[in-house]
């Protein structure tokens, strides 16, 4: 399965049709740098998967390619240029709109030739090595290239050509065994080159009909009937997943080695595979392997979202829309750390893959959450049955030390809510339960960590702050246990932490919080604040 346009092939053509609305603003994807390979040439085994995934297309050019499979059956480094008598180099092969193919005239040999070499040992992948040289000599960016649908990852053709001896640089006589790749031109025009003096002498665009290797004229042609026609098309598809009454489910990565944005929300989704019949079909394979049993209903074609690999190509990806309500915590997940649903209030807070808050937002605006919940069961947002009042419901953590003392903080000065005074820690319950709420405001407020399991309600307040205010309910919760030391990670909302004795609380306390810790010490589960005295 591959999650990301670092490692996914790109799609062909879909037959659920363009995708609908503007595309979103380009955004660059990161390889973290401890997998980024440095320094380290591509393995045996992706040259070897990479050949076989090449002959599974061209069975009949196994034999051709038999000094290349010696190669891999050897010790020697396959794209060393010292493994004789032959070694793995790259080229590419860039098409532009008008279906032709970027030559260029070396100056040692005097050929026209896609621009290409040897590999280095910085390069990642083989198609990684491809990019690199055509850059190094045509002066193009990476982002003036994309996959071509056709062949996503894999070479378009493998060329063994004899390299005559070279005395001055002591090589005798060998073999190139020449992995290219096709890619597009991401622009109508193709842009101005910068070429490589020392090595090159001229460039020039030929037609399918006239590129000078006749094994990749061959397959150009024959890939011509399949559409290969040099106009980019989305090569991943993502699913923006949502139940119709406000929330939208991500995927938490894993964080480990190997891992493209490790720890990051991001949308489920993969990129196309040759088998794949269109964007649909992959994105749908993509959610079986990641998540069985997740059937999306109302799936259509939602954006166009233009993003960088890490190889620097152009990566346009299909994103789609469909409706699912279940249950994020009951369902099997295969990959990743959890799925979880979050609101568009919550998009600041998380740590999201890049440009996907504004997908959501984008789409929340388009697409207005349901008065109700998809089961039906009742109103939401500020819609409530006749006489009813919608009420706040606040969560606080009453902390106690081995001494008896509460923990308080001091809210900041410039807080629109009680300034400068001391309070629970505390936060708004948002779409999840109570204890959820708490355990999480408590890690992101201080860096506490508490187990749900060990977390009771000791009081209640029903308060309100006056007339026309919305009233509220305080839920004030006692944890027997928790791990680690009140940390000010909010610094704009709280400025200190401290243990304060009971009998000796500072002046300046919320009122309902001082009613909470006079309520819990008389061992009274329920107090009221505003409503006049009782």
Avoid at 189 to 197: G, I, K, N, Y
């Amino acid at each position: 399965m591959s999650t990301n346009p670092d490692t996914a092939p790109g799609p062909e053509r879909s037959s659920a049709g363009p995708p609908s609305g503007a595309p979103l603003p380009p955004r660059t994807y990161f390889l973290p740098s401890n997998i980024r390979g440095d320094h380290v040439p591509p393995s045996r085994s992706h040259i070897r998967a990479t050949v076989e995934a090449y002959l599974s297309r061209h069975a009949e050019e196994r034999g051709a390619l038999g000094g290349l499979l010696a190669v891999l059956d050897g010790t020697e480094g396959p794209s060393s240029r010292a493994t004789l008598p032959g070694h793995v180099t790259c080229s590419a092969v860039v098409i532009d709109r008008d279906r032709r193919v970027l030559h260029i005239g070396h100056r040692v040999t005097g050929l026209l030739l896609a621009p290409g070499g040897h590999v280095e040992a910085g390069d990642r992948t083989l198609l990684a090595a491809a990019v690199r040289e055509v850059c190094e000599e045509a002066g193009l960016r990476p982002g003036d290239l994309c996959l071509t649908p056709q062949f996503l990852e894999e070479p378009i053709d493998v060329d063994v050509h004899d390299i005559d001896a070279n005395a001055a640089k002591g090589e005798p006589a060998h073999q190139h065994f020449d992995f290219r790749f096709a890619f597009y031109l991401t622009a109508e025009q193709p842009p101005a080159l910068a070429l490589q003096d020392e090595e090159v002498a001229g460039a020039q665009w030929l037609p399918y009909a006239d590129v000078r290797s006749p094994t990749l004229r061959a397959k150009l042609l024959a890939a011509e009937a399949d559409g290969l026609d040099g106009r980019p098309e989305p090569v991943n598809a993502s699913a923006v997943i949502h139940d119709g009454a406000g929330r939208y489910l991500l995927h938490l990565r894993d964080d480990r080695e190997g891992i493209w944005e490790p720890w990051v929300l991001a949308l489920l989704g993969g990129g196309r595979t040759r088998d794949d019949a269109c964007l649909e079909a992959t994105l749908r394979r993509e959610l079986a392997e990641e998540v069985p049993g997740l059937e999306l209903t109302d799936l259509v074609p939602f954006a166009v979202e233009a993003a960088t690999s890490v190889d620097g190509l152009a990566v346009p990806i299909s994103v789609y829309a469909g409706r699912w309500s279940g249950d994020a915590e009951a369902v099997e997940l295969r990959e990743g750390v959890l799925l979880t649903w979050c609101t568009v209030d919550m998009l600041d807070r998380l740590r999201l893959s890049p440009g996907l808050g504004e997908l959501i937002r984008r789409h929340a605006a388009e697409h207005p959450a349901a008065k109700e919940l998809p089961d039906g069961t009742g109103p939401l947002a500020d819609e409530a049955p006749p006489g009813t009042e919608l009420h706040i419901v606040g969560v606080h953590l009453h902390l106690q030390d081995d001494q008896g003392r509460i923990l308080l903080g001091l809210r900041h000065p410039d807080s629109t809510y009680a300034p400068d005074t001391w309070h629970f820690l505390a936060g708004h319950c948002e779409r999840e339960t109570a204890i959820d709420c708490l355990v999480r405001e408590a890690k992101e407020e201080a860096g506490l960590t508490i187990a749900p399991e060990a977390v009771d309600l000791v009081h209640t307040v029903h308060h309100v702050d006056s007339p026309d205010a919305r009233p509220r309910i305080a839920l004030v919760f006692q944890a027997r246990s928790w791990t680690g030391d009140p940390e000010v990670l909010e610094p704009d909302r709280c400025v200190e932490w401290r243990w304060w004795k009971p009998q000796n609380l500072p002046e300046a306390v919320v009122p309902y919080t001082r009613r909470a810790i006079d309520g819990i010490l008389r061992g009274r589960p329920y107090s009221e604040q505003g409503w006049g005295e009782r």
